[in-house]
C-alpha cells in the first residue's frame, strides 16, 4: 500500500513523514517543488510476533506501507507546478491530508485549519477537473468515428466533470460497478480514500483544544473522511527515546500507540484492509487485502501460480491457535476448515493454499 503525504507549505508534512518512516529527511522553510521523499513503514503486529515465535521461520516479514512526501501545495503556485507536484503521487493507494493546529510564529505558512482543508479539496478538485475536461476535449475533437468504448467514456466523463463543478469529490458519487472500472483508470485524487491528520501542538494535544474546533469538526464529520490526531514534532522526538523513557512520553501525551501503530488502525478501517498470514520454517508473513476478498483471489496475492492452480484452502484461525496452542492441537480439535474458491478470507486467518499447476 502506498500513500501520499499532502497539505500546504509548512504544514509539518516532512516531519510527519520521518515519523512515519523513520527517517531523518531535512525539515525546512523551503523545500525543493520538483522533488519527494519516500520512505517505507512496518505495519507492525504482535500476531506475527507470536507466530515468529512459535514457528521460528528464516524470515519474518510484516506487512509494509509506502509514503510518499512531496512537497507542500499552496493555491499561489502557478497551474503547471501543481501539476507537477500532484504527479509525484499520482498513483498512491491513499492520502493523507496535513493540517496544521500547530501556532509557531517562526514558521509562516497558512495557520488557519477550515482554509488549509478548504484549499486542499479546492485543490485536489482542480486537478480531477483538469484530467476530465483534458479528455473530453480530446475524445470530442477527435476526427475519427467515435467507438461504442468512446461514448461510454465520454458519458462517465461527463457525469464526473459536473460533479467535480459541483464541489463532490469523485468518491462521493454513485458509480455502477461497470463505471467504477473506467474511472479507476484515470487515478483520480478525488476518489482515492483520504484521511486527514490534524497535527497537534504538544500544548493543543494535551488539551485538545484548538482554535475553530467546533466548525474544524464539523467540516471533517461532513467530508466523510478519515481522521488521525498527530503531534508531529512531539511524537518524533520521543520516538528518538529508548523504551521505558519512550512509554512514559507518550503517556504522557495520553498515547499508548506509536504514531504509525495509529495510523496503520485508522488506514486499515478506513480502506477497509484485514490481514491474512501464511506460515511456515521458510517464512512468516502478513498479507494485506481488502474485506470480502475471497480465497482463490487472496492466493493470487502470495503467487499467481496458487491463483491459478487453486484447489482449496486450509484455514485455521489465529485466535484458535493461540488458544490451543499448537497447529497439531488445532488439527485433533477439528478447527482447521478446508474452504474452496468463494470462501470469504476473514481478519487473522492463518491460510496454506494448495495448488496444482
Ligand atoms: N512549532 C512547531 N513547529 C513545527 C511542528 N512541526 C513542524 N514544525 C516546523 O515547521 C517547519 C516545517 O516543517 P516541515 O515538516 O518541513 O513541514 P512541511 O510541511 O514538510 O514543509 P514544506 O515541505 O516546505 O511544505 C520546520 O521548521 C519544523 O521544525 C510543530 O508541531 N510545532
Ligand atoms: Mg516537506
Not at 117 to 130: A, I, P, Q, S
Not at 246 to 265: N, V, W
Not at 315 to 333: F, N, P, R
Request: aromatic content about 8%.
Amino acid at each position: 500500500m502506498k500513500i501520499g503525504i499532502v497539505g500546504m507549505p509548512l504544514t509539518g508534512k516532512t516531519t510527519l513523514f520521518n515519523l512515519l518512516t523513520g527517517q531523518h529527511k531535512e525539515t525546512s522553510v523551503y523545500s525543493s517543488k520538483g522533488t519527494k521523499n519516500i520512505g517505507i513503514a512496518t505495519v507492525y503486529d504482535q500476531r506475527i510476533d507470536y507466530l515468529s515465535a512459535l514457528y521460528h521461520p528464516r524470515k519474518t516479514t510484516y506487512a509494509t506501507i509506502e509514503f510518499v512526501d512531496i512537497a507542500g501545495i499552496s493555491p499561489e503556485l502557478p497551474p503547471k507546478e501543481k501539476s507537477e507536484i500532484f504527479s509525484l503521487i499520482q498513483d498512491v493507494d491513499a492520502l493523507l491530508l496535513v493540517i496544521r493546529l500547530f501556532e509557531d510564529p517562526a514558521v509562516g505558512g497558512e495557520k488557519n485549519p477550515l482554509i488549509q482543508l478548504e484549499n486542499l479539496k479546492c485543490e485536489l478538485l482542480l486537478r480531477d477537473l483538469e484530467v476530465v475536461e483534458n479528455r473530453l476535449e480530446r475524445l470530442k475533437k477527435s476526427k475519427k468515428k467515435l467507438t461504442a468504448e468512446e461514448l461510454g467514456e465520454i458519458e462517465i466523463l461527463e457525469k464526473c466533470n459536473q460533479g467535480l463543478n459541483d464541489n463532490q469529490f469523485l468518491s462521493n458519487l454513485e458509480f455502477s460497478e461497470e463505471e467504477i472500472k473506467k474511472v479507476s483508470g484515470f487515478s483520480f485524487y478525488t476518489l482515492k480514500p483520504i484521511i486527514i491528520a490534524l497535527n497537534f501542538s504538544e500544548e493543543q494535544f494535551k488539551t485538545k483544544s484548538y482554535p475553530q474546533k467546533d466548525q474544524l469538526e464539523q467540516a471533517i464529520q461532513d467530508s466523510r473522511m478519515g481522521r488521525i490526531n498527530l503531534c508531529g514534532k512531539m511524537e518524533m522526538e520521543i520516538s528518538e527515546l529508548e523504551g521505558e523513557e519512550r512509554q512514559i512520553f507518550l503517556e504522557d501525551l495520553g498515547l499508548k500507540e506509536s504514531g504509525i501503530e495509529r495510523l496503520t488502525k485508522v488506514c486499515y478501517q478506513h480502506l477497509g484492509l484485514i490481514s491474512f498470514f501464511t506460515v511456515g520454517e521458510d517464512e512468516v508473513k502478513a498479507w494485506t487485502i481488502k474485506k470480502g476478498t475471497m480465497a482463490k483471489k487472496a492466493a493470487g496475492k502470495v503467487h499467481s501460480d496458487m491463483e491459478r492452480g487453486f484447489i482449496r484452502a486450509e484455514i485455521v484461525k489465529y485466535q484458535d491457535l493461540v488458544t490451543l496452542g499448537s497447529m497439531l492441537a488445532v488439527k485433533e480439535k477439528g478447527l482447521l476448515r478446508i474452504e474452496g474458491k468463494d470462501a470469504i478470507i476473514e481478519d487473522g486467518d492463518i491460510i496454506n493454499f494448495r495448488f496444482n499447476v
